[in-house]
C-alpha cells in the first residue's frame, strides 16, 4: 500500500506554493452543473463502497464556493452505531508528515528563525484562526466529536472491521466543511491530494480543479479515497467513471472461461495457471488451487481475501492479459504466454 502525505497548508501559506496534478487530464469535456447532476450516481458510488468495507464516511462537492452535495455513509462508531454528522471530525493524519513531501524540501533552505515542523505548525494554525474553522483542530489529543478509525480485512472468518487506536503524534483534525473552507483559502486553482493514517484508521482525498472541489473523508484506513474522488470528478465531467464490482456471484458461458484458461507470467521462472474445470476458473500456484467466483464477465473473485483477477482482450479478440486486482481498480497487469 503506498502512503501519500497530507498537503502542506502550512508550506502553501508560507511559500506560495499550488500543489497540482502531474498527470494530464484525458480528452476534453463540458462541465455539469450541480443542476444537471444526478445525486443518486454519487449516492451509488458510496453506498458501493460502504458495501465493500473499503470506505465510511463523509462525501462533500462544491461548486463556485457552495456545497452542492454532502452525504455520509457508515457510522461514526460502529459499536455505538453512532451517525456521523457534519460535526464528525477525521483526522488527517500526522502534523509530522507534512515536512516529507517536496513543498517541505523546498522550505528547509528558506526556515531561518525555527524548525520546519515549527513554522509549518504556526502557520497552520494561523490558517485556522484566519478562516475561524470551529471543528478543525492541531493537536495531540483526541477531540470532541471525533469518529472511530477502522481497519477493514478479509480473511478465513469472512470479513472483519476493527477499530484502530489514534496515535499519540501532533494530528491535523477537521469536517469535510472545514477543510473545503481550509483548502479554498490556500489553493486558487488546483490541489490535488490522497492519502492515509498509516497506524490509524483514516483515509481522504482532496480535488480541487477551478470551481469543483471534491472532498472524501474516511475513518477506514484503506486507501481507496483516491480513486473515488477521481471517479466524482469524472462523472461531473461527464467522463467515463469506474465503480467497484460488488463482491457478488454471477453466472458466466462456460465458453468464456475456456478463453481465459492459460498459464500467465507473474515474473521470470513464476506463472500463474488458470484452469477451467466443470464449468468454473480457478488459479493454480504451486500445489494451491483456487475458486474464482465470477462477478462480471471478465472479472473474477477470491473468498477470504480482497483478491480479483480481471482478462481483458487485444485488438484481435484474444484474451492476452491479467489484472491482480487487491482492494482498488486498478492493479498490476501480467502476460498471457503464447502457446
Known amino acids: 500500500m503506498r502512503k501519500i502525505t497530507f498537503l502542506a497548508l502550512g508550506l502553501a501559506v508560507l511559500t506560495g506554493i499550488s500543489c497540482r496534478e502531474n498527470k494530464k487530464t484525458a480528452g476534453t469535456s463540458t462541465m455539469v452543473s450541480s443542476k444537471e447532476l444526478n445525486p443518486q450516481k454519487l449516492d451509488e458510488l458510496g453506498k458501493r463502497y460502504l458495501e465493500l468495507g473499503r470506505f465510511s464516511g463523509s462525501i462533500l462537492v462544491a461548486e463556485n464556493g457552495e456545497v452542492v452535495y454532502h452525504e455520509f455513509f457508515g457510522r461514526a462508531d460502529n459499536e455505538t452505531q453512532e451517525a456521523f454528522s457534519d460535526n464528525s471530525i477525521f483526522s488527517l493524519g500526522p502534523f509530522s508528515e507534512f515536512i516529507s513531501n ?18 509549518l505548525k504556526k502557520a497552520t494554525e494561523a490558517l ?31 470479513p472483519k472491521t476493527e477499530p484502530v487506536a489514534h496515535g499519540k503524534e501532533l494530528q491535523l483534525w477537521t469536517t469535510a466543511k472545514d477543510l473545503r473552507r ?3 483559502g490556500v489553493a486558487k486553482d488546483s490541489l490535488i491530494q490522497d492519502g492515509y493514517y498509516e497506524t490509524g484508521g ?9 470551481d469543483l472541489s471534491v472532498i472524501v473523508l474516511s475513518n477506514r484506513r484503506h486507501p481507496v479515497a483516491g480513486e473515488m474522488a477521481k471517479s466524482i470528478e469524472n462523472l461531473w465531467q461527464r467522463l467515463p467513471y469506474q ?14 472461461l475456456e478463453e481465459y484458461a492459460g498459464v500467465y507470467t507473474l515474473a521470470p521462472g513464476a506463472n500463474l495457471e488458470v484452469l477451467s474445470e466443470n464449468d468454473s476458473l480457478f488459479i493454480l500456484m504451486g500445489p494451491q488451487k483456487t475458486y474464482l467466483k465470477p462477478q462480471s464477465e471478465n472479472q473474477f473473485y477470491m473468498d477470504n481475501s480482497e483478491a480479483a483477477i480481471r482478462f481483458e482482450k487485444d485488438s484481435t479478440g484474444k ?15 501480467i502476460p498471457r504466454k503464447r502457446e
Not at 131 to 154: K, R
Not at 243 to 256: G, H, T, Y
Open 182 to 184: 481550509l483548502i479554498a
Open 128 to 158: 485556522i484562526q484566519k478562516a475561524g474553522l470551529e471543528h478543525t483542530f492541531l493537536q495531540t489529543e483526541v477531540p470532541q466529536n471525533a469518529v472511530t478509525g477502522y481497519i477493514h480485512s478479509i480473511g478465513p472468518d469472512g
Open 243 to 256: 465503480l467497484p464490482l460488488a463482491r457478488k456471484e454471477i453466472k458466466v458461458s462456460p465458453a468464456l
Open 319 to 333: 484474451v492476452a492479459t491479467a489484472v491482480l486486482l487487491d482492494g482498488f481498480l486498478e492493479g498490476r497487469s
Open 102 to 119: 517536496d513543498a517541505g524540501h523546498q522550505l528547509i533552505s528558506e526556515a531561518k528563525k525555527d524548525s520546519v515542523e515549527v513554522e
Open 202 to 210: 483514516f483515509n481522504y482525498a482532496i480535488r480541487k480543479k477551478g
